[in-house]
């Protein structure tokens, strides 16, 4: 499966912006998806993720920072899962990447070995 993430740029703190991520290909299989970030020198981190079944409402999964925050949500008719992002903080800076596996086992859905399938990444820029 192919992931195109989209939707970033460049906000004032406070504001919003929302991420989409759009698969194609295998697209009949089921995927659990999350969103990850990375700020420069640092490592790759979890943000976001939504199981299969979720994307029905359930199963979703936040990073502390960004709780009541973010949300993540899922368009099963349109492959598509989205991540509307409120009260952004400059401490959000970071390029957001999609990323999916297909359904089975445990979800590690905040482990980046666990994803098999990344988008390109989006840059978030947020000023203060």
């Known amino acids: 499966v192919q992931l195109q993430a989209s939707g970033g740029g460049l906000v004032q703190a406070g504001g919003s912006l929302r991420l989409s991520c759009a698969a194609s290909g295998r697209t009949s299989s089921r995927y659990n998806m999350g969103w990850f970030r990375q700020a420069p020198g640092k490592e790759r981190e979890f943000v976001a993720a939504i199981s299969w079944s979720g994307r029905s409402g359930g199963d979703m999964y936040y990073t502390d920072s960004v709780k009541g925050r973010f949300a993540i949500s899922g368009d099963n008719a349109k492959n598509t899962v989205y991540l509307q992002m409120n009260s952004l903080k400059p401490e959000d800076t970071a390029v957001y990447y999609c990323?999916?596996?297909?359904?089975?086992?445990?979800?590690?859905?905040?482990?980046?070995?666990?994803?098999?399938?990344w988008g390109q990444g989006t840059q978030v820029t947020v000023s203060s």
């Open positions: 990323a999916a596996v297909e359904v089975g086992g445990t979800y590690y859905y905040a482990s980046v070995v666990e994803y098999d399938y």
